[in-house]
């Protein structure tokens, strides 16, 4: 029917994309036989710029990797670069209230109990790393108290959801089930291995300064948080 466009057909069934289409014709469709195919509604998200950004979703059995390598520059890093807020100001606005800062400066997804998501910069001093494991990690003193207040995953093993988490225009009913979206998180850890950490020095961390643009989550608990980095700068002591 018009307005809408069979994106393919597997075992019979179909992908059916439904835009700004009157309920009418959805009637009409199912009654016209469509009743096998699957339908899919697609629409924008705001950027927070004002700028209209097209929800992500993907055909059954679809190819992760090959999904995060076609939005990684058009959509996750702009967003993450144009919504971070300052590690500081963010760690004293969770400190006061989470939920506060949560409205302020964060993302969670629209589930009941879903946590905090938050974009963040990251300016500080390497206080500590280990490198002896897959799962290397750096303590970073952001406020010049001699204190860790986020430790940063350097991988290759990168832990957490939160690259996938802090994405408004990312969504769980976009995926065909709880694998694939899983599947999602970690092609996004990948891709930010290889792109932003892969090729850091490993070697006298200790003392050096950073400069981060990552995002992490917010689980009830306390600093240091756990940064998953995309954008990663070591300068000198």
Known sequence: PAGYRRKGSVQGGCTVDRGAVPSLLLVF??????GGCKLEKHVATNDGDGQAQQVVSSDPGGDMDALVADIWSKQVLPHLQQTATDMAVLGDAIAGDVDVAGEAHGYRPSSEGSPWNFAARVQGTILAARTDTRAATAEVDVTADGKADVILQ???VIRGTALRDILPFVDFSSFTDQIEFAQLSRSLNTRAYESA????????????TVDVLGAFTVRGDGPPYLITPVETKIGGS
């Open 29 to 34: 469709a199912v009654a016209a036989g469509l």
């Open 154 to 156: 350097l991988g290759p």
């Open 197 to 208: 950490l892969k090729d850091l020095p490993r070697d006298d961390l200790v003392g050096k």
